[in-house]
């Protein structure tokens, strides 16, 4: 069970229980949690104006009130070894990572014969929203997207941006490293609604309350 007090940050919170619940567990185990975050959101809830919080904390705090703990969604989901797990838990708590990016690595990148791995963040991050790791061949996405208001067009766009990351690479001038070049930019441009999409982000971001 989750242990916490007001010494813990929202984040750190939300982030344990949201582990929690992933990885799955026993009814008992989820009758009993139910009650300990109906306890902390009684004591959180009356020191919380949202509009105070940092962006990443909006979210965190979001998730908090909206998680419906007695999902039976969440009843022994998964178990120790399987590949959501290896895999950094791709199957989120709203979002299968897998399922987005394969879907668009099929549509817009069919040469691309192996999926990358995917992974959620560790943090609901506003600042970094997605990005693509070359070493672990691994395409991480904020937990702030991990929600049921999620529009599927901003997932497919974020998988799109760091697919194309993996096909264009970087590219290396005078020992700089260049990641958005021309030839990326170009690309990036071809995604249908592209420039509409990135409106639609930040309107995601910063009106989340």
């Not at 895999?87 to 394969?102: C, E, H, R, T």
């Not at 991990?146 to 697919?163: F, G, N, Q, V, W």
Request: proline content about 5%; some cysteine.
């Amino acid at each position: 069970m989750i242990k916490t007090d007001k010494k813990i940050s929202l984040q750190s919170y939300a982030f344990r229980l949201r582990k929690l619940l992933v990885s799955g567990c026993s009814l008992d185990h989820l009758l009993i949690q139910h009650q300990h975050h109906q306890k902390v959101l009684a004591e959180y809830t009356p020191f919380i104006k949202p509009e105070k919080l940092s962006y990443g904390d909006r979210f965190a705090w979001k998730f908090m009130r909206e998680i419906n703990i007695l999902s039976t969604g969440f009843l022994n989901n998964s178990t120790p070894g399987t590949e959501a797990e290896t895999n950094g838990q791709a199957k989120g708590i709203y979002q299968d990572l897998s399922s987005v990016v394969d879907k668009v690595r099929t549509i817009w990148f069919p040469e691309m014969e192996t999926p990358p791995n995917t992974v959620w963040l560790k943090h609901f991050s506003t600042r970094k929203l997605a990005h693509y790791a070359k070493k672990r061949d691994e395409i991480a996405f904020s937990l702030v997207f991990d929600s049921p208001d999620t529009p599927p067009e901003i997932m497919s766009y974020l998988a799109y941006h760091e697919l194309l990351h993996r096909q264009v690479g970087v590219k290396e001038v005078n020992g700089r490293r260049y990641h958005h070049t021309g030839e990326f930019k170009s690309k990036e441009q071809l995604f249908p609604n592209w420039r509409d999409i990135e409106s639609q982000i930040s309107a995601f971001i910063y009106t989340t309350l």
